[in-house]
């Protein structure tokens, strides 16, 4: 009968943590909502389509062209004849330069390179086929700081890969996030 009791109490206790756990975080969650906090919804676009125009063949430019048709927006390329009804494209987005630098910022006493900075920038403009301009002349731009070591050349050039995958994804995130906030 006491072993009983033991166990008794000692699932009601369990229990009892469970349901404070759960409440705690059920007032954690509302005192969320209360003060604004919202997940990112779809991003929706004032725009039926788009025309790229540039340097569309860059790395960001069919990261963008990708997240775009992801969305749902259909997207044409300069090769693309534009017909007479004017169906190829609302807008215009005229990439203007998408560059990656790797630049040396640090060396030791006798030369050898020990830190490096890598950027990458991204610069476009958007306008209606009518010439409007929506969005001016944009430039983002994106800085990572990375060791080097002569000793470990292939994971070094691995990572400078893996980061300037990590700053493209977040510079068609940016450029999303403008695209979806015009007209608005």
Same mark, same amino acid.
């Given at each position: 009968?006491?072993?009983?009791?033991?166990?008794?109490?000692?699932?009601?206790?369990?229990?009892?943590?469970?349901?404070?756990?759960?409440?705690?975080?059920?007032?954690?969650?509302?005192?969320?909502?209360?003060?604004?906090?919202?997940?990112?919804?779809? +991003?929706?676009?004032?725009?039926?389509?788009?025309?790229?125009?540039?340097?569309?063949?860059?790395?960001?430019?069919?990261?963008?062209?990708?997240?775009?048709?992801?969305?749902?927006?259909?997207?044409?390329?300069?090769?693309?004849?534009?017909?007479?009804?004017?169906?190829?494209?609302?807008?215009?987005?005229?990439?203007?330069?998408? +560059?990656?630098?790797?630049?040396?910022?640090?060396?030791?006493?006798?030369?050898?390179?020990?830190?490096?900075? =890598?950027?990458?920038?991204?610069?476009?403009?958007?306008?209606?086929?009518?010439?409007? +301009?929506?969005?001016?002349?944009?430039? =983002?731009?994106?800085?990572?700081?990375?060791?080097?070591?002569?000793?470990?050349?292939?994971?070094?050039?691995?990572?400078?890969?893996?980061?300037?995958?990590?700053?493209?994804?977040?510079?068609?995130?940016?450029?999303?996030?403008?695209?979806?906030?015009?007209?608005?």
């Amino acid at each position: 009968m006491e072993s009983q009791t033991v166990l008794f109490s000692a699932a009601r206790r369990t229990f009892l943590r469970r349901a404070g756990l759960l409440a705690l975080a059920g007032g954690a969650l509302g005192g969320l909502s209360a003060c604004g906090f919202k997940l990112r919804d779809a +991003q929706t676009f004032d725009f039926e389509s788009v025309r790229m125009a540039g340097s569309e063949a860059t790395p960001v430019s069919v990261a963008l062209r990708r997240a775009l048709q992801a969305s749902g927006v259909p997207v044409f390329v300069s090769s693309t004849p534009i017909r007479p009804e004017g169906d190829t494209g609302q807008v215009v987005l005229t990439v203007l330069a998408d +560059q990656r630098e790797r630049v040396v910022v640090g060396q030791t006493a006798v030369g050898q390179v020990r830190e490096l900075q =890598l950027r990458t920038r991204f610069r476009f403009r958007l306008r209606t086929l009518s010439g409007r +301009q929506l969005l001016d002349d944009t430039e =983002l731009l994106l800085e990572r700081d990375i060791s080097f070591t002569e000793t470990a050349v292939l994971a070094k050039d691995a990572e400078e890969a893996l980061l300037f995958r990590n700053m493209q994804a977040d510079i068609v995130q940016q450029v999303m996030r403008r695209l979806a906030a015009v007209g608005r």
